[in-house]
């Protein structure tokens, strides 16, 4: 038993309404041997309906860490990966949960995993989604796909588990890398570094920046960054910043 | 995708407590395309939490079957699962809810595929059991190990929709992307652009690159960079390009 992938699994809850879901999250949570709860601005949390739907898991409800935004609570990880229901204008790699998590159990990933699960009613953001590396589509009936939030979160650590267990595990083509893979805040706030230069040099219009910036996380994305990329990526952005400052005094 | 499985597959609930676990049931099969569901001496049903719970699955829940024993519950089907939370003193095949599956579609079975799901506290008896071919046991944390009536119903129901999709699904980098791949010669006259951009702005000393540009390839080597991302890419160095010249320029 793989406990210590299980341990690095990180289940975000992203705007969640209903403090139910959240218990029922706990549930499967625990029922599955996951702990790292993260709760991006609930609107209701602490709530009695989230403890008494958390069963018997409430040292994972009270362990859940409460965060503003998606940012803050991708912090320390090395793969992000967001569920989707529909189909995005711009394709994203998209995997179903089987294969998601045969990808994140790979020696690649060091530290923690985190998945994002969006709001009941809309899911994640656009925005929220170009911050993932992954985006997990859980199967369903195409007629019916409107798949409970706490059920979400059990099918998705049913297969963490599933694979924790001992299924074969596929040594991806990266393993040996010579460096460690980036943290996705380091990456997060290149994107924002690489967002206002791209701005500064009208490059973008950041009232307007249409399909750039998306396209370019999406290109990120698939490369999966390491430490030393996104240092070099952030020494080219500060040179390019100097440069135009530069410009601007003259 | 094999509905002829999924409408094979027969969903029963055994003396079910809990009304809002026959709806949270239903809304789970319905998610997972499955619709033949059975009850076996429900306590209360119909009930109006069934109702709520079951949320737009009204329709598997109307076509319910309520029947006064397992036996009349099996009727017309071929292979009998029974789900099993614990170890039985006579130990019984006991596999996972995949290795369930795999054997359920197998050809040799051709008519209804009954899944026992036994009550919220006790499970199902040793004689229910007994009328099994199979016991199921879904993995978990054996220190919580009290799987949520429809939570289990999920996972079984999603293991029966990954087994009729068929192969893994997966939009991968290559098929049904939205751009063409980059011509090579476009992609190795982007790098040289970025080259000389990068000795302008004095990030690199093209006489002594170093590991930076060598780092640099091997990134967007990683990717098949599509049209569009070259072309932005070369916008942007465009852009730089002409801060940096405005500034000489003064």
Redesign the interface.
Known sequence: MNQAFLDRVRIVLVNTTHPGNIG?AA??M????LSQLYLVDPYRYPHEEATRRA???DDVLEGAVVVKNVQAAIEGCDLVIGTSARERR???????P??CMAEAVSPRHQRNIAILFGREHSGLTNEELAMCQLHL?????PD?????L??AV??VA?EC??LA?GETVEVSEASGWDMPLADAGDVERMHQHMANT?AT???IDPANPKQ?LT??RR?FS????DE??VS?LR??LN??D???A??KA?
């Open positions: 029922g549930r499967a625990k029922n599955m041997g069963s018997n898991a711009i394709p994203w790699p998209l995997k179903d089987r294969a589509h859980i199967p369903t009936n019916y796909s409107s798949l409970n706490a059920a059990q099918v049913y588990r599933m267990q791209l040099i009208n490059f750039a396209r370019l290109m698939r490369i999966r960054l030393m990329e070099i020494g080219m040179r390019i100097k440069a135009v530069r410009n003259d």
